[in-house]
């Protein structure tokens, strides 16, 4: 099989990042402002404009983000917030580090997102929020999510994957109380590691950029700039620091000034590899929205172990060896060492977490592939037939 293809390396991510990031950079060495401070201040005024939204604030990472969200809406222990039983497992932790409870509700298999018929027998007075992810960058099915959960219920989304996705003409992170992204490398857009909070509700985002901040009323830009930059501000709030660097700023306002060519160049290549691999009948392709904007953070695709030629595992084995990286497309989270321990979880809870842990398979699909690598990947999934 290998001796139809040339030998080369195609890495599942790559972040895209050069000269540009390299130089925005420069000014914060050159003025010494190296945490949040300028740079930082103008990634979250471009990134809230991107994203229709009011408010925008950068933090550490998404995983600290959505802690930040949930611990600014006063969620503790007693409480419980609803997540998919399929994703990365941070949406989950974070509802622990609150001392809340994790209620798992499982996904579709086709979408792979959480399945909006299953919330509703998941819904208790307890319930103080659902954190629906937007996973591969392909948008939850908010409306039929806020259908099923009274509205005491904040909606938190995860959209870790889904800078620039939209669903029904509304972009990710204005769909509900707030919306949390993700810039590590394997994300469209990246700083490194990295996060932002959005938000059009000013007091959730004036309690959050406080929060973010050990609960200093007032953040250290403004106490610079102001009228007494040498008294410390006031904490009447028990916060963190989740601060994000000036450093990150300058790379993020750079790299998102790249995304809708990124996520057009992300289209192109989705939409050749469904023209390409769509007739394997083993291999179901992702699916693409009728409503909305996939960001293709990832191409996942579904083996069907009934029909495949070889199991999941031994498929990317075979791709592996022929220079093809491909990864499971996330895990089940019920299924992880430290939730069954700790819940008694079995894997057929979530049937269709489990199914989709085992049987997805992402394939590369990032801005610096060539032609040639998109062709050599296509060429090395279907010579796995042969
Ligand atoms: C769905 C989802 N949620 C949360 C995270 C956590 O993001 P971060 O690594 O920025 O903390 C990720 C990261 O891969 C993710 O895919």
Request: hydrophobic share 40%; aromatic share 8%; net charge negative.
């Amino acid at each position: 099989m290998s001796e139809v293809l040339d030998q080369r390396k195609i890495h599942i991510a790559l972040p895209s990042t050069g000269e540009e990031e390299w130089l925005a950079t420069r000014e914060c060495f050159e003025t010494g402002w190296l945490t949040q401070g300028p740079k930082v201040a103008a990634f979250e005024k471009a990134f809230a404009e991107k994203h229709s939204v009011q408010h925008a604030l950068a933090v550490t990472s998404c995983t600290t983000g959505l802690h930040l969200a949930l611990a600014t809406l006063g969620i503790g222990p007693g409480d419980e917030v609803i997540v998919p039983a399929f994703t990365w497992v941070a949406t989950a932790n974070v509802v622990l580090y609150c001392g809340a409870t994790p209620i798992f509700v499982d996904v579709a298999r086709d979408t792979y997102n959480i399945d909006p018929q299953q919330i509703a027998a998941k819904v208790t007075d307890r319930t103080k929020a659902i954190i629906p992810v937007h996973l591969f960058g392909l948008c939850a099915d908010i409306d039929a999510i806020r259908a099923v959960v009274p509205d005491t219920v904040a909606i938190i989304e995860d959209a870790a994957c889904a800078a620039g996705a939209s669903y029904k003409g509304r972009p990710a992170g204005s769909l509900g109380t707030a919306g949390v992204f993700s810039f590590h490398p394997r994300k469209s857009i990246t700083t490194g590691e990295g996060g932002m909070v959005t938000s059009n509700d000013g007091r959730f985002a004036d309690l959050a950029g406080k929060m973010r901040n050990h609960g200093a009323e007032i953040s250290e830009e403004q106490r610079h700039q102001g009228p007494r930059p040498y008294l410390l501000p006031e904490f009447n709030l028990l916060g963190f620091n989740y601060r994000m660097t000036d450093l990150q700023g300058a790379v993020g306002l750079t790299q998102l000034s790249k995304l809708d060519q990124f996520i057009a160049e992300r289209q192109k290549w989705a939409a050749y590899y469904v023209q390409e691999l769509a007739e394997i009948p083993w291999l179901r392709m992702p699916q693409v929205p009728s409503q909305g904007q996939h960001a293709w953070q990832a191409f996942v695709c579904y083996v069907d172990p009934e029909t495949a030629p070889a199991s999941r595992n031994e498929l990317m084995d075979l791709l592996e060896k022929m220079g093809v990286s491909t990864r499971p497309g996330t895990h089940a989270v019920h299924m992880l060492g430290y939730y069954q321990e700790r819940f008694a979880f079995h894997p057929q809870d979530f049937p269709g977490a489990r199914d989709c842990d085992a049987n997805t398979m992402a394939i590369p699909l990032h801005n610096k592939m060539s032609i040639d690598d998109y062709a050599y990947v296509v060429n090395a999934i279907k010579a796995l037939e042969k």
